[in-house]
Nanobody
């Protein structure tokens, strides 16, 4: 059974930092797309960052220069380092993995992700 379990969310003041972790079990995603998505109240889910099967990363314009996605293949764990947080970053953050996609252009398509975590809340107060 494949599971993605996020951790690291919480409340922080604007300008602060948080690091989210996503531990995968039941499948090795080192060669496939993994990404972070978020959904704020009343808004649609949006892609935040992804890393493809070859290690290339991509970020939403709203987080470029502030967020960094990385993974530890040995631990089968995905990370999202978030810095200079803003109130508009407040959302539930979801980790996702795509067992059938590895190229960057596929990683940008939320529909390619077939495994999702339960989400972790990030609240940024101004």
């Amino acid at each position: 059974q494949v599971q993605l379990v996020e951790s690291g969310g919480g409340s922080v003041q604007a300008g602060g930092s948080l690091r989210l972790s996503c531990a995968a079990s039941g499948y090795t995603f080192s060669r496939y797309c993994m990404g972070w998505f978020r959904q704020a109240p009343g808004k649609e889910r949006e892609g935040v960052a992804h890393i493809d099967g070859f290690g290339s990363t991509n970020y939403a314009d709203s987080v470029k220069g502030r967020f960094s996605i990385s993974k530890d293949d040995a631990k089968n764990t995905l990370y999202l380092q978030m810095s200079s947080l803003k109130s508009e970053d407040t959302a539930v953050y979801y980790c996702a993995a795509a067992s059938g996609a590895r190229w960057s252009w596929d990683c940008g398509d939320a529909g390619r992700y077939n495994y999702w975590g339960q989400g972790t809340q990030v609240t940024v107060s101004s």
